[in-house]
C-alpha cells in the first residue's frame, strides 16, 4: 500500500494510492499516527480494502501533507555514505552517528521551503527514511524489518551554520520549520523490491547535485532499528532517517552553494516518488 495524507495543513485527512489516484480513506481510518500503527492498523486498513469499499476519489490538486501524522521523534543518521564522509572532510564513523529533528520541522512534500531568518547557509539532503510500525526496545538485528511500517522519501534541510559553527548540538540546525518534508507517500514493505538498491536523485533549479543509491549505506536499516532500540524505546509512527550521499551544498569545491529564496529543489527515489519544494524568505 501506498500511505498519503491530504487537505490543509494541520487538517489533514487520511487517504491511499491506488494506480496513481487518491482516495479518502477517513471512513476507515481516523490518521496515520501513532494509534493507528500500534494497533495494526496496517493489516487493518488492507483488510478493509480487499472488500471492495466504495471510496472517494480525490482531486490531483489537493495539497498533500506528510504521510505521518506528528510522531513522537525524528531521528537521524549522520555521515551515513561514505562519500558523504569525504565530501565533508569527516572520518567515516564505527557507530551510528545519532541526531534529532524536531517533530515541527515535518511538513508536506511539495509545501515551500522556508529560509530561517538569519540564515545564509541553509543546505539541502536527499534521505531514505523509514516509519517504525511498532514498539522496538531492544530488537534483535534479525527481527528489525518486522518494526518497520514502510519508507519514504525525506529532505533533510540543513542550516550549516548554525549546526556546525554555533556550538552545541547539530539538532540546532536541523530543526527549523518545513526542514523535513516527508512523502509523497508512506510505502509498505512489500512495494519495494529491494530497499538496499533504490536509485535516488536531487536537483535545484534542474542542476542535478545529488545522484546516488542506497546501496551505498554504511549501516543499514536492520542494524540501525538495532542499535537506535539499545538506547531509546521506538514508538509506533516514529521517523527515522538514514542519512545523505554525496552532492550537499556544503560539499560543493572550492566554494560551497547555498539555497536562496526562489531556488527550486526536486528530489526522488525509484518506487518512493518525488517531491518539489520552492524556497522562500521566512518572513513574520
Known amino acids: 500500500m501506498k500511505l498519503i495524507r491530504f487537505g490543509e495543513a494541520g487538517k489533514e485527512k487520511p487517504g491511499i494510492l491506488i494506480d496513481d489516484k487518491r482516495f479518502d480513506v477517513s471512513s476507515i481510518v481516523t490518521d496515520y499516527n501513532e ?16 472488500s471492495n469499499p466504495t471510496l472517494p476519489e480525490v482531486d490531483a490538486s489537493v495539497r498533500l501533507g506528510s504521510p505521518v501524522a506528528r510522531p513522537s521523534k525524528i531521528i537521524c543518521i ?14 567515516i564513523p564505527t557507530e551510528p552517528i545519532i541526531f534529532f529533528k524536531s517533530t515541527t520541522s515535518l511538513c508536506g512534500p511539495n509545501d515551500n521551503l522556508i529560509i530561517p531568518k538569519n540564515s545564509e547557509k541553509t543546505d539541502w539532503e536527499i534521505e531514505l527514511a523509514f516509519v517504525v ?18 519508507y519514504a522519501l525525506l529532505n533533510d534541510y540543513s542550516e550549516r551554520a548554525f549546526q556546525i559553527e554555533r556550538g552545541g548540538q547539530w539538532a540546532k540546525g536541523k530543526g527549523s520549520d518545513t526542514f523535513a518534508p516527508l ?3 508512506l510505502a509498505t514493505q512489500d512495494e519495494i523490491a529491494d530497499v538496499n538498491n533504490i536509485p535516488m536523485w536531487l536537483t535545484v533549479n534542474g542542476k542535478t547535485f545529488q545522484n546516488s543509491n542506497t546501496s551505498n549505506l554504511v ?7 538495532h542499535y537506535l532500540s539499545q538506547f531509546m524505546t521506538l514508538l ?4 527515522i532517517s538514514t542519512g545523505t550521499p554525496p552532492g550537499v551544498g556544503l560539499g560543493i569545491k572550492p566554494d560551497p552553494i547555498y539555497i536562496k529564496p ?23
Open 78 to 91: 549522520g555521515l551515513n555514505y561514505v562519500d558523504h564522509c569525504l565530501e565533508t572532510n569527516a572520518p
Open 183 to 185: 512523502g509523497p507517500f
Open 133 to 150: 510500525g511498532k514498539k522496538a526496545s531492544y530488537v534483535e538485528e534479525a527481527e528489525a524489518l518486522d518494526y518497520v511500517a514502510g
Open 219 to 225: 549501516f543499514k536499516i536492520p542494524f540501525l532499528v
Open 262 to 284: 526562489g531556488d527550486v529543489i526536486e528530489l526522488g527515489m525509484d518506487g518512493l516518488g518525488s517531491s518539489k519544494q520552492v524556497a522562500v524568505a521566512y518572513t513574520k
Open 236 to 239: 509506533p509512527g516514529d521517523i
Open 35 to 50: 494509534a493507528f500503527f500500534e494497533e495494526n492498523g496496517l493489516e487493518k486498513l488492507k483488510k478493509a480494502l480487499e
